[in-house]
Nanobody
Framework: QVQVVESGGGLVQPGGSLRLSCAVS????????MGWYRQAPGKQRELVAR???????NYADSVKGRFTISRDNGNNMVFLQMNSLKLEDTAVYYC????????????WGQGTQVTVSS
């Protein structure tokens, strides 16, 4: 059974920073792409940032220059450093991973709340 667990969410003022972490565990052969998505109230889930196994990244236009995604392949973890946070960054942030066990699985975490408020 593969588990995806996020941590690091919380309440922060506009202009502040947060760092999200995501750990993938279980009987894993390998992990390909990993990413962060977010869903604000009343809106669809959207891609925030994604990183391939070899470190290639892509970002939503709304977070470019403010957010940085990185990963630790040895520990099956992915991180999201969020700087210069804005009110509109408030959402539940979800970790996603393309995991190979005995077969391919696309796995989601339960989400972590990020609230930007003054």
């Amino acid at each position: 059974q593969v588990q995806v667990v996020e941590s690091g969410g919380g309440l922060v003022q506009p202009g502040g920073s947060l760092r999200l972490s995501c750990a993938v565990s279980g009987s894993i052969f390998s992990i390909n792409a990993m990413g962060w998505y977010r869903q604000a109230p009343g809106k669809q889930r959207e891609l925030v940032a994604r990183i391939t196994k070899h470190g290639r990244t892509n970002y939503a236009d709304s977070v470019k220059g403010r957010f940085t995604i990185s990963r630790d392949n040895g520990n099956n973890m992915v991180f999201l450093q969020m700087n210069s946070l804005k009110l509109e960054d408030t959402a539940v942030y979800y970790c996603n991973a393309d995991v190979y066990t005995d077969y391919f699985e696309n796995k989601w975490g339960q989400g972590t709340q990020v609230t930007v408020s003054s």
